[in-house]
């Protein structure tokens, strides 16, 4: 996973600025929830993987473009672990990012926190999660996304292609991404 798919998201996204909380109403160019799956099927080879891409997305000087050239030149993130319907932990909660700094403050604030392990596999609850999360983000985003990644099958939960039914009602893009580093041969 490298820094081309965030800055792919960002398209749809102007000057230099550190990391900052949100404001309510405060309008940014993309909202994006960033779900990782902690489950006890991903190893800790994958999971460093799914943590590494993300750190070295927000530190890419495309990423610190792309934002930068947006209409409004920021946008909002979240970063959270989940595993079963149960489990879902924000990590780094919704931090506004308008430029280089910011990008670089929130890869490093990432980058120090240790990551969890639980058990179970709810992909749909993850998505679930990633609804409510950019319900209550404070921001006004011109565009919503939620990033789902990981390694196994949903075994807990609802149905995936109702939750997935539900983000796209809402107008939220909806990327997952399965994580597939050690597979059996």
Do not use: C
Not at 9 to 14: F, G, P
Not at 29 to 46: A, F, I, K, R, T
Not at 109 to 136: E, K, M, N, W
């Amino acid at each position: 996973m490298g820094p081309g798919w965030v800055a792919g998201i960002l398209v749809a996204d102007r000057s230099p600025s550190a990391a900052a909380t949100a404001e309510a109403g405060q309008e940014v160019d993309v909202g994006l929830v960033m779900g990782v799956d902690v489950s006890w099927s991903m190893d800790p080879d994958e999971q460093d993987l799914q943590r590494q891409g993300f750190i070295e997305a927000f530190r890419s000087p495309a990423v610190h473009d792309a934002i930068r050239k947006g209409m409004v030149g920021r946008i909002s993130v979240t970063y959270f672990e989940w595993a079963s319907a149960a489990h879902q932990e924000v990590v780094v909660p919704w931090t506004v990012i308008e430029g280089r700094e910011g990008a670089l403050a929130f890869a490093d604030r990432l980058g120090r926190a240790p990551p969890g392990r639980a058990y179970y596999t709810s992909v749909s609850a993850a998505i679930d999660y990633g609804i409510g999360l950019l319900a209550h983000s404070g921001v006004e985003a011109a565009r919503q996304v939620i990033d789902v990644s990981g390694d196994g099958p949903n075994n807990d939960g609802r149905l995936v292609t109702t939750a997935q039914d539900a983000a796209v009602a809402n107008g939220i893009v909806l990327t997952e991404l399965p994580i597939m580093l050690n597979t059996p041969l």
